[in-house]
Structures are given as structure tokens and as C-alpha cells.
């Protein structure tokens, strides 16, 4: 298959090199062109805008950091858009604005997908993504072979904006159990107990997670490298909290998460991994 792949940073690049992994030509592009460089290395080929790149290819993803970023891309494609063209964006964007993005697609005569992702970058390297898609069936399965690149749970949600809505969903889990996970370790280490060892009582009972598993472990190992920057985790969880504002849900645990990730880069801990809320949470108990 012919692909576009639109925005070459912490994700984005991985994921493309899957695609070249998997056998498919893949047309590159990336406001910093050192970006591209290790994707042109990798047999890419480079391209000096947006509608540069989607010129003469059947799908194009867009993998950039919000929806103004989305949309000001996704006009490039319009531009340069042929016949059967279906955009997919992998980004994390509110529901509406995904709705909206698509709108202004079909009308130029382009198929959407808001197709988020989870599983950071361990999963974007690894091919192991969990992708989460809305949009028709038809660009589905379009583009199925680019996901399976990339992903290894796709799961076709549902319409326009479904998987924007079941990403935000994701990080109201995931958020909130980084919160758990950090507030477990850090009531143990107040009482004298050993953080490892409550890990592994916890990891064989109903409290056992991924996130106390994998994310425990890099707790305890004092490894707060990106991952998962918290400004990113910041920005999602104001998109649940705009989007509940909206529909007028009442969502009090998403709400005292976000704010604690607010605190976090308001701390000055915004590009260290999420899970660095352990050392917040230390901060405030005196435990530092």
C-alpha cells in the first residue's frame, strides 16, 4: 500500500518505520526535516508539505499533537487529496473536533478515521499498539493492513468521533490508575513497609493492573523518562473534562486526576514520564 504518514515525533516515527517494516511505501513528512531523516535513512520518501504527500497515495495518518494541529494538516491533505483517498488521524483530539475534521474532509471528498492510540512508546515501537477506530467500515478496512503494522488490539468502535471517545475513556483509566498505583506506594513507604514487596502481594490479588505491573516496576526503579509525558496526560484529561462539561457528566474521579496532573507540569514536571506523580505525591507527604 501507498501511505502518507504525517508527523515524525516520539510516536509518530516508530510507527512509521513499522509501516516500512511491513513491506508498504510510505511518503514522509514533518515540520523539522531532521525528523524525517531517519525515515529517508529507512527507504521513506520525503515530501515538502502535507499535499506534497499525499500526492499519488491511497492512505494518509496524521500523528501530531492536538486538533489545531490536526486540522491545519488535514487541510493540506484536503488540497492535495485524490480520488479514494482515506485520511486516518492517530492522534489524541477531542471527540467534537474529530467530528468536525471530518466533516470538512468528506466535503473536499476524503474518508475520515479518528483512530487514537494507547501503549505509548514501548507499544509504538514494537508494533503493539492498541488502536481504538471510528469512521465507516469501508475506510476500516481500507486501512486494516496499515494498522496491523502498528497495532495488535484494533478494534472498530463505531462512527465518526468513536474512537476519540474510547481513548479518552483510556486515559481516564490509565490516569486514574497511576494515581492509585502512586498513592498505594507512597501510603506504604509512610508506614515503613517496603514498596517492592506490596508490588508483589498486590501483582496475585484483584489489584493486579498493567499499569501496577509495568508502571509499579518503573515507579520503583526511579525511571521517569517519556514514555508518556505528563503535559500529554494533562492535555487528554482536559479533553474528558471539556467533553463532560458539554454533555453536563459528572465525572469527580477524572477531575481530582486531572488536577493533580496539572499540578505536575505546573511543577515543572511536564516532560517527565506521567508516573512521575509518585514523586508529587512524595513532595506533598514530606517524603522527598
Given at each position: 500500500m501507498k501511505i502518507a504518514f504525517i508527523g515524525l515525533g516520539i510516536m509518530g516515527r516508530p510507527?512509521?518505520?513499522?509501516?516500512?517494516?511491513?513491506?508498504h511505501q510510505v511518503t514522509v513528512w514533518a515540520r523539522?526535516?531532521?525528523?524525517?531523516?531517519?525515515?529517508?535513512?529507512?527507504?521513506?520518501t520525503g515530501a515538502a508539505s502535507p499535499a506534497e504527500a499525499v500526492k499519488g497515495n491511497e492512505l494518509v495518518i496524521s500523528m501530531v499533537a492536538d486538533a489545531p494541529d490536526v486540522a491545519e494538516v488535514m487541510r493540506g491533505v484536503a488540497a492535495g487529496a485524490e480520488p479514494g483517498l482515506v485520511a486516518v488521524d492517530m492522534s489524541t483530539i477531542a471527540p467534537a473536533a474529530a467530528r468536525r475534521i471530518g466533516e470538512e474532509l468528506a466535503a473536499a471528498g476524503v474518508d475520515f478515521l479518528d483512530a487514537p492510540v494507547s501503549g505509548g512508546e514501548v507499544g509504538a515501537i514494537a508494533g503493539s499498539l492498541s488502536i481504538m477506530v471510528?469512521?465507516?467500515?469501508?475506510?476500516?478496512?481500507?486501512a486494516q493492513p496499515a494498522f496491523a503494522c502498528m497495532g495488535k488490539n484494533i478494534v472498530h468502535v463505531g462512527g465518526a468521533g468513536a474512537g476519540q471517545v474510547t481513548k479518552a475513556a483510556n486515559q481516564i483509566v490509565t490516569g486514574m490508575g497511576v494515581v492509585a498505583v502512586a498513592e498505594a506506594f507512597a501510603f506504604a513507604s509512610k508506614n515503613g513497609v517496603d514498596r517492592s514487596k506490596v508490588r508483589e502481594a498486590l501483582l496475585g490479588g484483584f489489584a493486579y493492573s498493567k499499569i501496577l505491573e509495568?508502571?509499579?516496576?518503573?515507579?520503583?526503579?526511579?525511571?521517569?523518562q517519556p514514555?508518556?509525558?505528563?503535559?500529554?496526560?494533562?492535555?487528554?484529561?482536559?479533553?474528558?473534562?471539556?467533553?463532560?462539561?458539554e454533555l453536563g457528566l459528572c465525572l469527580p474521579g477524572s477531575a481530582a486526576t486531572a488536577q493533580l496532573f496539572s499540578a505536575m507540569v505546573g511543577s515543572g514536571m511536564g516532560e517527565e514520564d506521567s508516573i512521575a506523580l509518585l514523586k508529587l505525591l512524595e513532595k506533598l507527604s514530606g517524603q522527598e
Open positions: 510507527m512509521a518505520l513499522n509501516l516500512l517494516k511491513g513491506g523539522r526535516a531532521e525528523s524525517m531523516q531517519p525515515l529517508l535513512d529507512a527507504g521513506a471510528g469512521g465507516s467500515a469501508a475506510a476500516f478496512a481500507k509495568n508502571h509499579g516496576q518503573r515507579m520503583l526503579d526511579r525511571n521517569f514514555g508518556f509525558k505528563s503535559w500529554m496526560h494533562e492535555k487528554d484529561l482536559n479533553i474528558v473534562m471539556q467533553t463532560a462539561h
